[in-house]
């Protein structure tokens, strides 16, 4: 009878260690939708991605509007402002502005990654959505930096949004893509870290700290923000500081090319005017980072369930 125990004992041991495992190499549901999240844009056909962009650009400016004139005042040295007419001076233009630029940066991101993949159903590796997302950040920026110099003009000057395109257009593409440079730079980092590094930092975090930040999806993106955003931010801030002085000041009366715009914030006011703005912009991308994960994890399963694997 012992050996009859014992080997029912035995058995039983082995059916749990075999049923833990099992468990254990079973992902759990965030774990699926860790996975799936972080190849979302390759997943999703280029329609779909432009859909999640625009959503998200849409209420990254309506939500957070204030915080941006208050960066571009302080890069230009203009006065800090609190009537909401003055704050929400170029909303239109930045909706379209950061829908636009939002929605191609998914949707290039999209088309790299599948171009980096050849066809292959594969996951791809951390410095290839870097990679990707860095590259079709840099390339919307030549399609928004019209629109954002527009934002930027309404904000100085008070003027509509037609007047403003006519003005500009008038000036010729000198003045069309004034600063074009510096947001392609700007929108590059930031793309890398919205769409590259924060889906990476989440899943590490949801790896390694399960039990603590990586409990949930939303907690580990909150880490991954915290993280990331403010070596983002700290990393592309001097290229937007060029970008909103020169695009600011369109006659070049104290601004002209980006060496010039580096030398006199230098020379009068210091090395740190290079990141003047930068609190307000790093609360921002903080915020937008998670507003955007979110729209690229959560809304993307929402609204395309087909595309969402079971």
């Known amino acids: ?8 004992h035995s058995s039983s041991s082995s059916r749990c260690q075999q049923e833990q495992q099992l468990a254990a190499a079973t992902p ?23 859909v999640l962009g625009a959503v ?13 004139y208050w960066k571009n005042a302080s890069q230009q040295g203009l006065p800090f402002e609190t009537n909401p007419r003055v704050l929400y001076r170029g909303y239109s233009a930045n909706c379209l502005n950061n829908s636009t630029s939002v929605m191609l940066q998914f949707v290039g991101t999209g088309l790299v990654q599948k171009a980096i993949c050849l066809g292959e159903d594969r996951d ?10 860095f590259s079709s950040g840099y390339l919307s920026g030549f399609i928004c930096g019209p629109i954002e110099l527009a934002m930027i003009q309404q904000q100085r000057k008070g003027t509509s949004l037609p007047a403003t395109a006519s003005n500009l257009i ?10 074009t440079f510096g947001i392609c730079m700007r929108e590059g980092l930031y793309c890398a870290g919205v769409l590259g590094l924060t889906p990476v930092l989440r899943k590490t975090i949801q790896e390694k700290f399960p039990d603590s930040w990586g409990r949930t999806e939303d907690s580990a ?5 915290v993280s990331g955003g403010p070596i983002i931010s700290l990393l592309s801030h001097p290229f937007d500081t060029f970008k909103s002085c020169m695009q600011g000041d369109i006659e070049r009366e104290k601004y002209g090319t980006m060496k010039q715009t580096c030398s006199v914030l230098i020379k009068e006011r210091g090395i740190m005017s290079l990141w003047a703005g930068a609190p307000w912009r790093i609360f ?8 955007l994960d979110k729209c690229n994890s959560t809304l993307s399963q929402m609204l395309f369930p087909h595309r ?3």
């Open 1 to 8: 009878s012992d050996q009859v125990w014992s080997f029912r």
């Open 28 to 50: 759990t549901p965030s774990e699926k939708a860790s996975e799936a999240s972080a190849n979302m844009s390759k997943n999703l056909s280029e329609s779909e991605n432009a």
């Open 56 to 68: 998200g650009g849409f209420l990254d400016v309506t939500l957070l509007q204030a915080t941006n």
């Open 124 to 133: 791809l590796t951390k410095a290839e959505q870097l990679a990707a997302a």
């Open 170 to 179: 008038a000036g010729g593409p000198s003045v069309v893509t004034r600063g």
């Open 221 to 225: 993106r909150v880490a991954a923000a």
């Open 284 to 291: 921002r991308q903080l915020c937008a980072m998670m507003i």
């Open 308 to 310: 969402h694997p079971h």
